[in-house]
């Protein structure tokens, strides 16, 4: 089956303002990794490269998407506000071209200790047959809330046939309601259980639990980040500067900890910009 991939990056990430107002969702660092690099990353382990077979959307912020990608994958860049995820798809639709279409969402970190990076939602394309529609999920903490689909939360990925694909207009819409829930209906959606940890990033509480778990047990600092100060369950980004204490946050590229500050459940940017996160439990899996 011939399929493409397309990677949705064109939000405004509002949840995760005010740090959003600076660089696009999409390029936040998770794990010193931008998010938007993960999701090429996972593609190209299901051998989906380039812009013949790889495209990005972009809107918000769109020209710093649009440099970060370069050549890597197909580029649509929407005119005034973003698409949503419906629509995205509809102004790529002379590039899908018939094909089955795998989506990702940017913001969506996944992690599977038993699969590498594609390997891991390799099973949304085993066997597909082409016409129906599949969805990377796990399990709801309340299988009945709205939102689900068969008891499953969404987490990140998706696969579509051609043939709900090609009339999606150029115009706002989301998936949900255009293609998911009638081919619910219809009894042509099936949901491939995801295995791993997965955190959508959306807030700042979650973005900080997908970098603490990207640290692993211990604390992740970029080669060129300079720390003398006490570092504890953190990430410290490129060309960061940490003297005082930092403990379960994160430190974006060139920001500073001084020395008689402590960071806590917060993420720092550049010119002291500061965003708490709410107290989180430890992550894991779901």
Same mark, same amino acid.
């Not at 949840?15 to 600076?22: A, F, G, K």
């Not at 696009?24 to 936040?28: F, Q, S, V």
């Not at 509809?90 to 996944?110: F, K, Q």
């Given at each position: 089956?011939?399929?493409?991939?397309?990677?949705?990056?064109?939000?405004?990430?509002t949840?995760?303002?005010?740090?959003? *107002?600076?660089v696009?969702?999409?390029?936040?660092p998770v794990g010193?990794?931008?998010l938007?690099?993960?999701?090429? =990353?996972r593609?190209?382990?299901?051998g989906?490269?380039?812009? *013949?077979?790889? =495209?990005?959307?972009?809107?918000?912020?769109?020209?710093l998407?649009?440099?970060?990608?370069g050549?890597?994958?197909?580029?649509?860049?929407?005119?005034?506000?973003p %698409?949503?995820?419906?629509?995205g798809l509809?102004?790529?639709?002379?590039?899908?071209?018939?094909?089955?279409?795998?989506?990702?969402?940017?913001?969506?970190?996944?992690a599977?200790?038993?699969?590498?990076?594609?390997?891991d #939602?390799?099973?949304?394309?085993?066997?597909?047959d082409?016409?129906?529609v599949?969805?990377?999920?796990?399990? =709801?903490?309340?299988?009945?809330?709205?939102?689900?689909?068969?008891?499953?939360?969404?987490v990140?990925?998706?696969?579509?046939?051609?043939?709900?694909?090609?009339d %999606?207009p150029?115009?706002?819409?989301?998936?949900?309601?255009a293609?998911w829930?009638p081919?619910?209906a219809?009894?042509?959606?099936?949901?491939?259980?995801?295995?791993?940890?997965?955190?959508?990033?959306?807030t700042?509480?979650?973005y900080?639990a997908?970098n603490?778990?990207a640290?692993?047990?211990?604390s992740l600092?970029?080669?060129?980040?300079?720390v003398?100060? $006490?570092?504890?369950?953190?990430? #410290?980004? =490129?060309?960061?500067?940490? $003297?005082?204490e930092?403990?379960?946050?994160v430190?974006?590229?060139?920001?500073?900890?001084?020395?008689? *500050?402590?960071?806590?459940?917060? #993420?720092?940017?550049?010119?002291?910009l500061?965003?708490?996160?709410?107290? #989180?439990? *430890?992550?894991?899996?779901g």
């Open positions: 089956m011939d399929v493409c991939a397309v990677v949705l990056a064109a939000g405004e990430g949840r995760l303002r005010p740090l959003t *107002e600076r696009p969702k999409a390029l936040c010193n990794v931008p938007l690099d993960r999701a090429l =990353a593609l190209s382990g299901l989906l490269t380039g812009p *013949e077979r790889v =495209a990005v959307n972009a809107c918000y912020l769109g020209d998407v649009v440099g970060h990608v050549s890597r994958a197909h580029l649509s860049v929407e005119p005034g506000n %698409l949503g995820t419906a629509g509809g102004n790529l639709r002379d590039w899908i071209a018939g094909r089955g279409v795998l989506v990702g969402n940017a913001d969506a970190y996944l599977d200790p038993d699969a590498a990076p594609g390997a #939602i390799a099973a949304l394309l085993d066997g597909w082409g016409r129906s599949r969805l990377l999920g796990q399990p =709801a903490d309340d299988p009945a809330a709205p939102g689900t689909f068969s008891g499953h939360r969404f990140g990925f998706s696969l579509l046939p051609w043939r709900l694909v090609r %999606l150029a115009a706002f819409g989301d998936l949900v309601r293609v829930r081919a619910e219809a009894g042509a959606l099936a949901v491939v259980p995801y295995r791993g940890t997965f955190f959508d990033t959306g700042p509480a979650d900080l997908a603490l778990h640290a692993g047990d211990g600092a970029h080669p060129t980040a300079t003398t100060g $006490r570092v504890r369950r953190a990430v #410290i980004g =490129a060309g960061a500067t940490v $003297r005082g930092v403990d379960r946050a430190v974006w590229p060139g920001a500073t900890v001084g020395p008689d *500050e402590r960071l806590t459940d917060a #993420i720092r940017a550049r010119d002291g500061t965003v708490p996160a709410a107290r #989180i439990a *430890e992550p894991g899996t």
